[in-house]
């Protein structure tokens, strides 16, 4: 077997594989640190009439600068507009003495007399505008200091993206301070020795800074969002901490029961390390099913999850018993009294016995009561309601945010804007301008739209290409926004610039985009699972040689994901746990969680399922019939899958704390599905579904037959007589 192989080579030489792990890490980090992280942008998510747009506008040589407001309100009561336009002044001097601004427009006072509004444009490639903001914002911040009297804030695209990264920076950065510690504490738990319970950690934080460093060189072929590092470390920590979790309680196991260290770390090898690899395909092959949805956020985050789990996998079958090997008995090493007592205590647990007593005497029974609860939990799913990621979720305790509030409600113009771009056919010029026209003043005279600044109707060098901005008078992802996208799509533009044979119309925005993106995921949805489905279901069969198996892990996770889709919908669809959580409940679940996590779950649940399932085989293959090897696989591995998902929980929940409703959903949802996996369904209703099943389970065809694997413990001494030690 090649992970016994492998073990054996780096136990033989420690230092060589440790140093090998550690180069590799580094060279990864330092690629990652020389290259960059290449982020994605709003065109990098175009499809649809998105698509259309932009090809008009890349068509055309439309060149668009990014721009930035300053805002000037009072502090409190009415604003002194005398005093207000002074400060606007002051303002268009600073600016425009920049080397960096292009542009400066005159102040504009908003209709209700309470604002004072300048618009700065950037100079320059407006990719590249962040490296030119800061000399802005010390502009803005130098004119607030000489009036504080007066509130004078910047707001714009540039500003808002740099404000949310250091806010969500400081997020992750508090995610993997929390994380630390608290798996460190499970480790303990589970260990009772000090260096024992660092080596998973330890394995876990180098797998995610590899991953890390890989994940920014493949961001230059395909950017990363601004999720990729949040899902690298939930993944990595999760994945490297079990796996390590296995194969160090493994290795354990059999010194406990005489063997050298060796041997020991041999028989963890073919055993837990087989499982790892298995279970990590199966992961790979999960996180693979967010390619199906052709979105570059998705495919960014299966990129950082396939590199994290490739580099827990590949640090787990090789440093990982060579650091066994050169620490020996020193990995029990200090002992922390009288945990170390627990966690080396002998015998046969008690409690899992009791658990799983009704499973195995009336498995029938069990499995319809437990299968029946779950069912319970998830049928508030069927009433999920997807919302497209807006403004809304961003929590309002960043400043910025609070200024944007303020912007958009005295200028609406400021807020989400319907960009609508228009193609003339090249002998029709002039009637698809006067329908441009005639579109122009029917979205003038609807309400639906906001009506502080006229509205812009820019045209390309050729005449062809005609590109306007229909500010809403409402946020983004409101039901009016809906409505206004809705009468341009279907209504404005078919009478107006369709009646023009041979014109071209297309409508993008942030409205646009996230009403195309919800659409997006429920086309995806099915699709993503059924593929999941599919490979998870072959690598099972294929892994155990049991159709049997294979059907049952597929309904059990369906089971954990549906439940855990119920409790994403109780907590938020409601506002029950707003203060509970730190949250303001949209009414719905953002459009991208439920396939995000359909995968994350489904690939996260075989490291249980495979590790539990090959414990079962493992003491069938042993001699002992269907129901006693389900009692020994399962008591022997409880306290192993026990502490690794109380690692996965701890980890998930800390995210359930972070600021954005996102992150808050993900924490929650994900902590829930492997709570509920690693209790109810691991400790009730697989062994009551393999009770009911009996003999069938090792079912195998004729296909199968010829390859029906051997016993772990046989093949491990096989593998030592045909390549033996020395």
């Not at 507009?81 to 400066?104: F, I």
């Not at 919908?569 to 203060?579: H, I, K, N, R």
Request: net charge neutral.
């Amino acid at each position: 077997m090649a992970t016994v192989r492998i073990a054996r080579w780096s136990a033989e030489h420690p230092w060589r594989a440790i140093t090998a792990w550690l180069v590799f890490v580094a060279v990864c980090i330092g690629v990652g640190n020389i290259v960059g992280t290449k982020t994605t942008d709003f065109d990098d998510n175009a499809k649809g009439e998105l698509a259309v747009y932009q090809k008009m506008v890349d068509d055309a040589g439309f060149t668009r600068p990014a721009s930035e407001n300053v805002l000037i309100t009072a502090r409190s009561g009415s604003l002194d507009q005398a005093a207000a336009t002074r400060v606007a002044d002051e303002v268009r001097t600073r600016m425009s003495g920049l080397k960096e601004v292009a542009d400066v427009a005159e102040p504009l006072p908003s209709p209700k007399g309470d604002a004072v509004l300048v618009s700065v444009d950037i100079a320059g490639d407006r990719k590249t505008a962040d490296e030119r903001l800061q000399p802005l914002l010390d502009a803005t911040a130098a004119v607030q200091a000489a009036h504080p009297d007066l509130r004078v804030e910047q707001v714009g695209g540039e500003s808002l993206n740099k404000a949310l990264s250091t806010a969500l920076g400081d997020d992750f950065a508090k995610a993997e301070l929390i994380s630390i510690p608290v798996t460190l504490i499970i480790m303990l738990v589970a260990f009772g020795a000090v260096i024992a319970a660092g080596i998973p950690v330890l394995l876990a934080l180098s797998a995610v800074a590899a991953a890390m460093g890989l994940s920014a060189l493949a961001s230059q072929l395909i950017p990363a969002s601004d999720n990729t590092s949040s899902m690298i470390l939930l993944i990595g920590m999760a994945v490297g901490v079990d796996y390590s979790l296995f194969y160090v309680r493994r290795e354990r196991e059999e010194r406990a029961k005489g063997r050298t260290h060796l041997d020991a770390v041999e028989m963890a090898a073919a055993t837990s390390g087989h499982a790892i690899v298995v279970s990590g395909f199966a992961v790979v092959v999960a996180m693979a099913g967010m390619f199906v949805a052709n979105d570059a956020i998705f495919t960014s985050m299966a990129i950082g999850s396939i590199l994290v789990v490739l580099a827990a996998v590949i640090g787990s079958i090789t440093v990982l018993p060579a650091m066994l090997a050169k620490l020996g008995r020193w990995v029990d090493k200090p002992r922390v009294p009288f945990v170390w007592r627990l966690s080396a205590r002998g015998g046969e647990p008690r409690v899992w016995k009791a658990i799983l007593r009704p499973s195995l005497r009336r498995p029938a029974i069990t499995l319809t009561v437990a299968g029946l609860a779950l069912v319970a939990l998830a049928i508030p799913a069927l009433s999920m309601k997807l919302n497209s990621p807006s403004d809304a979720d961003l929590p309002r305790s960043i400043p910025i945010m609070q200024s944007y509030d303020r912007m958009t409600a005295a200028f609406p113009s400021t807020g989400a804007t319907h960009a609508v771009g228009v193609r003339a056919p090249a002998d029709k010029l002039d009637q698809t301008a006067a329908a441009v026209t005639s579109l122009t003043e029917r979205i003038k005279a609807d309400a639906g739209f906001a009506h502080d600044r006229d509205i812009e109707v820019t045209r390309s060098q050729d005449g062809r290409v005609f590109l306007l901005n229909a500010p809403i008078s409402s946020a983004a992802a409101s039901p009016e926004a809906d409505a206004s996208l809705n009468w341009l799509r279907t209504v404005a533009l078919p009478q107006t610039v369709g009646s023009v044979a041979g014109a071209e119309f297309a409508v993008s925005g942030q409205t646009a985009g996230e009403n195309d993106f919800v659409d997006s995921m429920n086309e995806s949805l099915p699709w993503v699972i059924a593929i999941v489905l599919l490979l998870t279901f072959i690598i099972m069969t294929w892994t155990f040689r049991a159709p049997l198996i294979a059907l049952s892990s597929i309904a059990l996770n369906m089971l954990s994901a549906g439940a855990a889709y119920g409790v994403l919908v109780l907590v938020f669809q409601s506002t029950w746990a707003e203060g509970l959580l730190g949250f303001t409940s949209t009414g719905g679940i953002v459009a991208w969680l439920p396939l995000m996590l359909f995968v994350v779950l489904f690939g996260l649940s075989m490291d249980y399922h495979v590790f539990v399932v090959s414990r079962i085989r493992e003491a069938r293959e042993s001699g002992l019939d269907t129901r006693a090897a389900i009692a020994k696989g399962i008591t022997s591995s409880a306290g192993v899958v026990t502490s690794a998902a109380a690692v996965m929980v701890g980890v998930f929940s800390i995210f359930a704390t972070l600021s954005t409703i996102d992150m808050k959903q993900m924490g929650v949802g994900l902590a829930t599905a492997i709570l509920l996996d690693a209790t109810l369904i691991r400790a009730v209703v697989l062994p009551a579904l393999m009770g009911v099943l009996g003999e069938k389970n090792w079912w195998v065809p004729r296909l199968l037959r010829s390859r029906r694997p051997v016993p772990a413990e046989t093949d491990a001494e096989q593998t030592r007589q045909l390549d033996p030690v020395g």
